[in-house]
């Protein structure tokens, strides 16, 4: 304390109204100051807070007890017991003390606490130095224009983001094509230089998937191992060449991400001297089968939502080339090598991705349309979280019965009335009205078998020229009916290509793998395509009872009906309902 250094024996009567008079020492001591004058009975030492004590003091009054007097005295109003506010050498450390043990990681806390004991240097583990290369002829880097038949080169930024995490230092050399010797020089340097090599791509069965063979010039042993039982990830290639590890991790950023987590994140961390990495995990129930390959060790990513009985998992399904699963899930599964399917309502271990389960303000579980992620934009504008996940209009109504979502979108057409949606609602169920998408013909601007045709002329032509080519739908897709009642017994070249999303329609026609479809008026305009209208669908929201009055479901419903979010709906294609 800012005060005066004194010996406690000499306060002992001290009181506001009898104080104790105490003659000071002709030194102040500051922070710094090595104290000359001993406190000898009597006296005392004006000091700062964190100043050395004096010979003799035993005490620290604080300077609001006291008074200064006349002649050189201060007064002190109140008794001080010894040891009062000082800190004695070793209350913090003694000598011989440990102060970090080996292995600990350094950080703000730790370099405080070495700086504290005036210790500069000190003997670490070096970080991995690890080379990132990606292959392929296709790939192009985030941020330049993507040419035809281009691909994003996605492993390059999630591996090096990955080592990093991991207690690696990443040097990303970029993207090279398949061309073995420029290649082969490549992976050269990269070893020159680091201790660890780590490729993707390439080391599967294709004619550009060179990278494996070359490894074996580069060192021994070589390849240790080259293929493994695991989906996704079978291709991974695990070789050491001179000392130095060297993966070629699959080419696919799922296969390639899993790869990494499970087989070379446990070699980084012990080689960067890091404690193995923890996985938290937590039970959930599945809402749907899955099913999976005999004889590989399966991983699937899942997104959790709180049912009415505990979490429920539900599976990305997206397969191995989809990157969208890592930012939606919250963990993954494990199926066993020999489970051929895991059934619906299996209880299931989650692995998850952070520490905790963040479990969402809202959640919206049904089919999906840009126009909701419009509304879902504008209430997380608002610090409202939400987890949207799409699984077809059947799959959300199934999900709003379990209790699994606050709102289920569909578009639902009841053949027999003609009406959509409101016949498919069970009890605890409400509709509110969303928006109207208008489904129609989509084509390439300037196709004169379309350009200013109404449908029924335009399937004309259609029918009558043997090279045209359609896209059709999926079985089950509301889409799907529209073409089936537009084809009648038809069967054009391109019907048996089936996708399952607008989509993938949009860009088959864009990317001339067929002339014609039908999809909604908001992806064409997209895609910039033609567009001959046919019928409007419905897309409105089901909600559940018990949560009709919670928050987060009244601010999506007032977002929705607001009249900047009509307008905005409107702007992109979409029109008002009702
Ligand atoms: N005949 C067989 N074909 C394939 C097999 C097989 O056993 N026999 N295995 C399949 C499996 S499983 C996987 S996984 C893939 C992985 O193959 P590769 O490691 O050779 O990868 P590529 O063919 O080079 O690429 C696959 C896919 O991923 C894209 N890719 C590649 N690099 C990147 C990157 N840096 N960023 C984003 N995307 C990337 C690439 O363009 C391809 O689309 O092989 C199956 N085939
Ligand atoms: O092993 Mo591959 O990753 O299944 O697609």
């Known amino acids: 304390m800012d005060g005066f250094a004194v010996r406690a024996a000499d306060l002992t009567t001290a009181s506001e109204l009898h104080p104790a008079r105490l003659m000071l020492n002709q030194e102040t001591i500051a922070c710094g100051t090595v104290p000359q004058v001993a406190v000898v009975p009597g006296t005392a030492t004006p000091i700062a807070t964190g100043g050395p004590l004096p010979r003799g003091a035993d005490a620290v009054v604080m300077s609001e007890h006291s008074q200064p007097a006349e002649n050189g005295a201060v007064e002190m109003f109140r008794p001080a017991s010894p040891g009062q506010f000082i ?46 290369v990606s292959t392929g002829d296709e790939l192009v880097q985030p941020g330049e224009p993507l040419r035809p038949a281009g691909i994003y080169d996605a492993n390059g930024a999630i591996i090096s983001a990955a080592v990093i995490e991991n207690g690696g230092e ?38 550009g998937d060179i990278s494996y063979r070359i490894i074996e010039r580069l060192g021994s042993p070589g390849i240790i191992a080259h293929g493994v039982a695991l989906k996704p990830g079978k291709p991974l290639c695990l070789a050491v060449c001179d000392g130095k590890p060297v993966i070629i991790l699959p080419g696919f950023p799922t296969s390639a991400m899993f790869t990494f987590h499970d087989m070379i994140v446990p070699v980084l961390r012990r080689l960067a001297r890091l404690p193995p990495r923890v996985d938290i995990q937590t039970s959930a129930q599945l809402p749907f089968r899955i099913a999976s390959e005999l004889g590989r060790t399966e991983y699937v990513m899942v997104s959790l939502v709180q049912g009415r009985d505990g979490l429920t998992a539900y599976a990305s399904g997206k397969g191995s080339g989809a990157i969208t699963a890592f930012t939606q899930a919250d963990g993954f599964i494990r199926i066993d090598a020999l489970a051929d399917h895991l059934p619906a309502g299996e209880n299931v271990q989650v692995t998850l991705f952070t520490p905790q389960v963040r479990v969402p303000d809202l959640v919206v579980i049904g089919s999906h349309c840009t126009g909701l992620d419009l509304v879902v934009s504008k209430i997380v504008q608002k610090g409202i979280s939400v987890r949207s996940l799409a699984v077809g209009s059947l799959g959300g109504l199934a999900a709003a019965r ?177």
């Open 170 to 207: 990443a040097s990303f050399l970029g993207a090279f094509a398949d061309d073995e010797e420029k290649l082969e020089a490549a992976m050269r340097d990269a070893l020159a230089s680091h201790d660890v090599l780590i490729m993707s791509g390439g080391t599967s069965k294709g004619a």
């Open 402 to 578: 379990r209790g699994e979502c606050d709102l289920a979108p569909i578009h639902l057409l009841d053949a027999q009335t003609g009406v959509y949606n409101r016949p498919f609602l069970a009890e605890g169920m409400e509709l509110v009205p969303g928006w109207r998408r208008m489904q129609g013909i989509i084509f390439r601007s300037g196709d004169m078998r379309f350009e200013g045709r109404s449908a029924a002329e335009a399937m004309k032509a259609v029918l009558a020229d043997p090279e045209c080519m359609m896209v059709n739908r999926n079985q089950g897709a509301g889409t799907r009916i529209l073409i089936d009642q537009l084809l009648g017994h038809a069967r054009p070249d391109g019907y048996w290509n089936q996708p399952r999303s607008h989509t993938a329609v949009a860009a088959a026609v864009e990317q001339r793998r067929a002339d014609w479809g039908v999809t909604i008026a908001p992806m064409a305009r997209a895609a910039g395509l033609g567009f001959i209208p046919l019928t409007e669908e419905h897309y409105d929201f089901v909600v559940v009872a018990e949560s009709r009055e919670r928050e987060p479901v009244q601010a999506f419903l007032e977002a929705l009906s607001s009249s900047s979010m009509q307008d905005a709906l409107e702007q992109a294609g979409f029109s008002r309902a009702g």
């Open 87 to 132: 800190s004695s050498a070793g209350s913090d450390m003694a000598r011989g003390e440990v102060v970090l043990r080996a292995g600990s990681i350094i950080g703000a806390r730790e370099i405080g606490m070495l700086a504290a004991c005036g210790t500069a240097h000190v003997t670490v583990a070096c970080k991995l130095r690890v080379a990132v």
